[in-house]
């Protein structure tokens, strides 16, 4: 073996554990989104065949009597309803196909013969049961597959109205917060990179949101907007006088997102404040002792100086801000409770896990991967890195 491929097939084995968890976790989760767009996938429906029976109890809840009181068949064939008993009392809703095929293959017959006999007392799954006593298209109850539906979900994405809401939401929540938490980051970063007392002391509070979990902040953000909350009271004490009611801040649709977004910048500078504090810390003081000499003022070194060599750190803030705007989930869970303010990841959670529409869920995942791609490179495009 040649040295060069020698080398490269070590270089390949230390990265070998790395491209597997990418591979797994990363690639392979979108194949999978991809491919689930186009079917009417419901997660729901793969524990459709593995529900746990035993068909000699079951049987004798359908017909109210017990085995042991039974001695022929027709005693009980006219008590026996079989699709009732397969989709009430087995649990299998079926579908126009696998009900044809029960009218024709299901043996009836064998069922109860084997249930006056005595040997249906056992577990099984519902899937096994059906097996057993179908003579024919058995594999219509062995396991749920997923049919292709082709651009059906896509169609119904372009009209559904919970869809253009949760868009018209999202990029609301974008070009609001974006905006104003890069430039209180930017304020924070100074700030902290500043000769003052105490400085340190700062740092840690500016950056201890970006380090509490989600479920803490919205608890926190729940009692300060709560109708009996912080809030409230404050703003009742300063004007009360002049005719202010509380405000349901997080149950009013005109004052719920809003709410959230100053939730979320507050939540989120510190974190790119770090950002732009090692850019600050990259800028040579010599720029700033001869803007000193020139006589420049502290505003004219912030703009002339300070902001064009952040322009790299500003790029990445941005680009990473609008991709966890667009994303932003948690708070929506957690504190909306109307679907007028609902965002396009929480509507695609609904319709996976709450619906079950997984095929649905992941064509609208692809329209937000393609809206966050489109964003990211209008940004890059767009905004130059160097001044």
């Keep these: ?5 020698r080398e490269a097939l070590s270089g390949y084995m230390f990265a070998s554990p790395v491209i597997i968890i990418v591979l797994l976790f990363v690639i392979y989760p979108i194949i999978m989104i991809f491919y689930y767009s186009f079917t009417n996938f419901n997660p729901l429906e793969t524990q459709k065949f593995k529900v746990p029976l035993n068909p000699q109890e079951t049987i004798e809840l359908h017909i109210g009597m017990f085995q042991t009181d039974v001695k022929s068949v027709e005693e009980i064939e006219e008590w026996f309803d079989l699709l009732t008993f397969i989709q009430y009392d087995v649990g299998i809703n079926l579908t126009d196909e696998q009900k044809d095929a029960v ?4 043996d009836t017959e064998k069922l109860l013969e084997n249930f006056i006999e005595g040997k249906l007392n056992t577990i099984m799954t519902n899937s096994e049961f059906m097996t057993t006593y179908m003579k024919e298209e058995k594999g219509l109850f062995k396991k749920y597959s997923p049919q292709i539906v082709g651009l059906e979900n896509f169609r119904r994405l372009f009209n559904d109205d919970y869809v253009r809401i949760s868009l018209f939401n999202t990029l609301l929540y974008t070009l609001i ?32 949101p970006a380090i509490t979990s989600s479920a803490a902040i919205s608890m926190i953000f729940w009692l300060i907007y709560s109708k009996p909350g912080i809030l409230n009271r404050i703003l009742v004490t300063l004007f009360g006088n002049f005719g202010y009611q509380p405000i349901d801040w997080l149950n009013n649709p005109n004052t719920a997102l809003f709410s959230i977004m100053l939730m ?31 006589g420049a003022t502290g505003r004219q070194k912030f703009w ?3 902001l064009p060599l952040l322009r790299p750190q500003i790029l990445f803030v941005i680009v990473m801000g609008t991709i966890g705007c667009m994303q932003v989930f948690d708070q929506i869970y957690f504190l909306i409770e109307n679907m007028r303010n609902i965002t396009i990841s929480f509507y695609i959670y609904k319709n996976a896990f709450e619906y079950g529409n997984m095929g649905y869920a992941s064509s609208l995942a692809l329209i937000l991967f393609g809206i966050i791609m489109f964003i990211t490179f209008l940004q890059r495009r767009y905004i130059p890195e160097e001044y």
């Excluded at 073996?1 to 491929?5: D, L, S, V």
């Excluded at 009218?103 to 299901?106: K, P």
């Excluded at 924070?188 to 105490?198: D, I, P, Q, R, Y």
């Design 264 to 294: 979320n910048v507050w939540a989120t500078a510190g974190y790119f404040m770090i950002t732009f504090l090692a850019g600050l810390q990259d800028i040579p003081n010599s720029l700033y002792e001869a803007a000193d000499i020139d």
């Design 304 to 306: 002339r100086i300070t």
């Design 1 to 5: 073996m040649k040295p060069k491929t």
């Design 103 to 106: 009218f024709e293959y299901f």
């Design 177 to 208: 917060v974006v905006p104003i938490q890069t430039f209180l980051a930017v304020l924070l970063g100074v700030a902290a990179n500043s000769k003052v007392k105490g400085v340190k002391f700062y740092k840690v509070v500016f950056f201890l």
